[in-house]
């Protein structure tokens, strides 16, 4: 896919008030330590993950994902009345029906005319949000778009935990499918997406590509159980190890098509933001992909694996430390459970 009217405007994010180490978390997992034997340091050691975050007691998504988007519509200097479309992009819902974006849609105070939607697409979900809204703008049918999400990790954690204290049968080998939810943190980001003619910023969106393999849809998967608010008890179970090695084999064959769409190579980009799982997962990324990791920007090591918020606020994250400039050749990478795999050429 190739853009020629299409702006990432600007990116905005809120962190939640709780700040949890993995130490932290490996304290209260002390019953479980102590049966298994597991060495503590472990959840640190083998994911990079220093700290996360969570919301207080009683944030609803969409609370968080409005925040964000106020943030990213403040950044670019547009009111609410000048949105057309938003969508509201995360894992994690206020309720199965109606559409979170609806919640959205009345926190930030748009218009009656502004079209509002959910698109769930695991960490992908910003991702796919932001390439429907180049469409629209490409078709001429808008000229501004909100993606927003407000994941909330909290209540899969404390029923991460829980259940691995409880559970006596579990093994050493059978509490791996669990080690992934651990890493998971809470965020809220939004992207205003432009057509160029009305942008201020000029950054442009030239190109993106997708690759499935959805062969790999079992490696990781959520339960149904309720919308990830206070009160819901989700459990995930993740293949860590087959998850990685799929998801990358994936990001090869995106990586191959994104290079043909936007006529980069591995030495075009002069940042690159991908979607924040962990070190080995970054490692094992830039390595498959012929990619420098002095161009990588990192923040899993303070924010964890903030699912479809993870990239949009490690790119905001990015602009704040100085790390784009005007001009600047930016890679947005991204991996999602199913398997989905999605990349984006920047001109910032």
């Known amino acids: 896919m190739r853009f020629a009217k299409t702006c990432i405007e600007a990116i905005g994010y809120a962190l939640p008030e709780t700040v949890v180490s993995s130490a932290e978390l490996e304290r209260r997992l002390a019953p479980l330590y102590d049966r298994l034997h ?19 007691p009683g944030t609803l998504p969409s609370v968080a994902a409005s925040r964000a988007g106020k943030a990213a519509l403040e950044k670019a200097g547009i009111a609410p009345a000048e949105v057309q479309c938003l969508i ?17 849609h009345r926190l930030l105070g748009l218009e009656h005319h502004c079209l509002n939607f959910d698109i769930s697409n695991a960490c992908l979900g910003m991702a796919s949000g932001v390439l429907m809204l180049a469409n629209m703008i490409e078709l001429g049918q808008i000229d501004t778009g909100l993606a ?25 080998r059978s509490v791996k ?27 442009r969106l030239l190109a993106a590509a997708n690759w499935s393999d959805t062969s790999a849809n079992e490696l990781c998967q959520g339960d149904a159980n309720g919308g990830m608010v206070d009160g819901s008890a989700p459990l995930m179970a993740t293949d860590s190890q087959a998850l990685l090695h799929a998801g990358v084999e994936a990001a090869r064959h995106m990586w191959e ?49 903030c699912g479809s918020a993870s990239w949009p606020v490690t790119c905001a994250m990015a602009e704040e430390q100085g790390r784009l400039h005007p001009g600047a050749n930016l890679a947005l990478l991204g991996i999602g459970s199913g398997l989905n795999c999605t990349g984006m050429a920047v001109k910032w």
């Open 38 to 56: 597991l060495p503590e340091g472990r959840l640190e050691l083998m994911s990079g993950i220093v700290t996360r975050r969570f919301w207080l």
């Open 148 to 172: 927003v999400c407000g994941e909330n990790a909290g209540p899969l954690v404390e029923n991460t935990v829980e259940r691995l204290n409880a559970d006596l049968t579990l093994t050493r």
């Open 257 to 305: 098509s994104l290079q043909e769409e936007s006529g980069w190579n591995a030495e075009t980009p002069d940042t690159i933001c991908t979607h924040q799982v962990g070190k080995a997962h970054s490692r094992l990324l830039f390595e498959t992909l012929g990619l420098s990791t002095d161009k990588d920007f990192v923040t899993y090591p303070s924010l964890g694996n």
């Open 177 to 203: 499918d669990q080690f992934a939810s651990l890493t998971i943190g809470s965020c809220a980001a939004a992207i205003v997406v432009r057509a160029k003619e009305r942008s201020r910023t000029g950054h």
């Open 88 to 104: 509201h992009c995360s894992v994690s819902r206020d309720f199965v029906e109606p559409a979170t974006s609806t919640a959205v």
